[in-house]
């Protein structure tokens, strides 16, 4: 039987080496007992519009840091992100004239699964970094010690930024009618950034003449956003130790945040992190990468979703720009063969990382875009609905993956080089890819 603890019973992958058990436990005590961050409503409101992403009616962006952190943690930070996120839903919003469906990586990811449980450096080996919730980033022995204290500060840092973005998406920000305000500085003198200031003053003109014509814009739908938070529920502890019994129905959800997705590393059926998602109602995800079988994927289906909940479950493929092309259409071809409703989800990012010559990790805007293409391609060729991406961005004029409208070349990573963990696109690569992705999908609604 499923409880929130039933997962302990199981292997959890990936989980740090807690030096101290008695000290982790502790935390864990507090944790259950600090106020949710998010409610079990809201987790139905975005499984019921994930609901109409499944059939083709509604598109998802799931988008933020690969690792958010505890230093660069600020106001401005955190509005950037938003305005890039707006800016792209309002691009495929606009273009493609169907809803958009945003769900940031944010205000709760602070988790990563690594290759390898430690690192060597100069003969000395200590864990590995596996995100501000767990450690910290320079190589010394008490940074890289795992400290569950962090766990709380995640929480508390979660809180505040979920706090500024109900503040930011409620109250003016992101307001339709300041559409032309959300294009940057840096943003707007590019291509894409005048492309952006065309759509948007055609939406303000629009709302001019909706306003003329007697019809007010003071609607919620103009005046205010939803943005959702997610997370990769890889720290089990704190997953569990943020689940509450909602009074309503009875029913579990994990409210750390909206939606959780399983990473790829720790999707294993008879893993602690199917278990442990299986049993909580909010809307999940599962990364489904190059080495997952048709088989594997319905079992996946099979084990999160079994009453068949349009919304409840995502499947974010992350095959690779090379492989899309072969590996996804069994998949595609399998789950709809076993007709459990998904949203099928394209991750552009996990599967076209490598290191430049300049010793960077780093991805290339097109190797994204061909997996985005490949991706509806696949969708299309199945019948199916290529229903959102997940990527990896900032709002930030960063130099971390190469490429785009004004190219960042490999001498140009060096310079703005600023995640900790994965590179993101940046502010106008960001909304390049909106653009195309805005093509790609009405192309798909008109065929
Ligand atoms: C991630 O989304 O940051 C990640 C680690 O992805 P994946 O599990 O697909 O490798
Ligand atoms: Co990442």
């Known amino acids: 039987m499923w409880t929130p603890e039933s997962w302990r019973r199981k292997h959890a992958a990936h989980q740090p080496a807690w030096?101290?058990?008695?000290?982790?436990?502790?935390?864990?005590?507090?944790?259950?007992?600090?106020?949710?961050?998010?409610?079990?409503?809201?987790?139905?409101?975005?499984?019921?519009?994930?609901?109409?992403?499944?059939?083709?009616?509604?598109?998802?962006?799931?988008?933020?840091?690969c690792a958010e952190s505890f230093d660069g943690f600020n106001a401005v930070a955190i509005r950037e992100k938003l305005r890039v996120i707006l800016q792209m839903a309002v691009v495929l919003t606009y273009s493609a004239g169907v809803p958009v469906v945003k769900v940031g990586r944010i205000a709760g990811q602070f988790a990563k699964p690594r290759s390898s449980p430690t690192e060597t450096k100069n003969d000395t080996e200590l864990p590995s970094f596996l995100g501000h919730m767990v450690n910290d980033l320079p190589f010394s022995e008490g940074d890289r010690r795992p400290d569950p204290q962090r766990l709380l500060q995640a929480y508390n840092q979660s809180s505040?930024?979920?706090?500024?973005?109900?503040?930011?998406?409620?109250?003016?920000?992101?307001?339709?009618?300041?559409?032309?305000?959300?294009?940057?500085?840096?943003?707007?003198?590019?291509n894409e950034g005048q492309r952006y200031q065309k759509l948007a003053s055609e939406i303000s003109r629009a709302l001019r003449f909706m306003e003329a014509s007697g019809i007010s814009s003071q609607h919620p739908e103009i005046a205010e956003a939803d943005l959702y938070?997610?997370?990769?529920?890889?720290?089990?502890?704190?997953?569990?130790?943020?689940?509450?019994?909602?009074?309503?129905?009875?029913?579990?959800?994990?409210?750390?945040?909206?939606?959780?997705?399983?990473?790829?590393?720790?999707?294993?059926?008879?893993?602690?992190?199917?278990?442990?998602l299986s049993g909580v109602k909010n809307p999940i995800g599962c990364k489904i990468g190059p080495s997952a079988t048709?088989?594997?994927?319905?079992?996946?289906?099979?084990?999160?979703?079994?009453?068949?909940?349009?919304?409840?479950?995502?499947?974010?493929?992350?095959?690779?720009?090379?492989?899309?092309?072969?590996?996804?259409?069994?998949?595609?071809?399998?789950?709809?063969?076993?007709?459990?409703?998904?949203v099928w989800a394209c991750d552009p990012m996990h599967g076209n990382t490598f290191t430049s010559e300049t010793g960077h990790k780093t991805r290339h805007f097109n190797d994204v875009l061909a997996e985005v293409q490949g991706f509806f391609e696949a969708h299309r060729q199945a019948g199916t609905h290529p229903g959102g991406i997940h990527v990896e961005?900032?709002?930030?004029?960063?130099?971390?993956?190469?490429?785009?409208g004004e190219a960042v070349e490999p001498q140009d990573l060096g310079k703005r080089y600023e995640t900790m963990c994965d590179p993101r696109l940046n502010g106008r690569q960001a909304l390049d890819l909106a653009f195309e992705v805005a093509e790609l999908l009405s192309g798909d609604q008109e065929a």
């Open 19 to 65: 030096p101290d058990q008695a000290e982790l436990e502790t935390i864990e005590k507090q944790l259950s007992s600090v106020p949710p961050l998010v409610f079990a409503g809201e987790a139905r409101d975005l499984r019921a519009s994930l609901g109409r992403v499944a059939t083709g009616d509604a598109f998802l962006l799931q988008a933020g840091d």
């Open 160 to 190: 505040s930024t979920l706090n500024l973005l109900r503040a930011f998406t409620k109250g003016g920000f992101a307001d339709l009618r300041r559409v032309q305000a959300w294009n940057q500085e840096f943003v707007s003198s590019s």
């Open 229 to 276: 938070t997610s997370h990769e529920a890889l720290i089990l502890q704190y997953e569990e130790a943020l689940t509450r019994e909602d009074s309503l129905t009875g029913d579990w959800y994990d409210c750390s945040a909206h939606m959780l997705w399983i990473g790829e590393r720790t999707r294993q059926l008879d893993g602690a992190h199917v278990e442990f």
């Open 294 to 342: 048709p088989d594997e994927v319905v079992g996946i289906c099979q084990a999160l979703n079994p009453d068949e909940i349009p919304g409840r479950l995502t499947l974010i493929t992350r095959m690779g720009a090379k492989n899309v092309t072969e590996l996804l259409p069994p998949v595609l071809e399998a789950v709809d063969a076993a007709d459990i409703p998904v």
């Open 393 to 404: 961005l900032t709002g930030e004029d960063v130099t971390e993956c190469l490429g785009g």
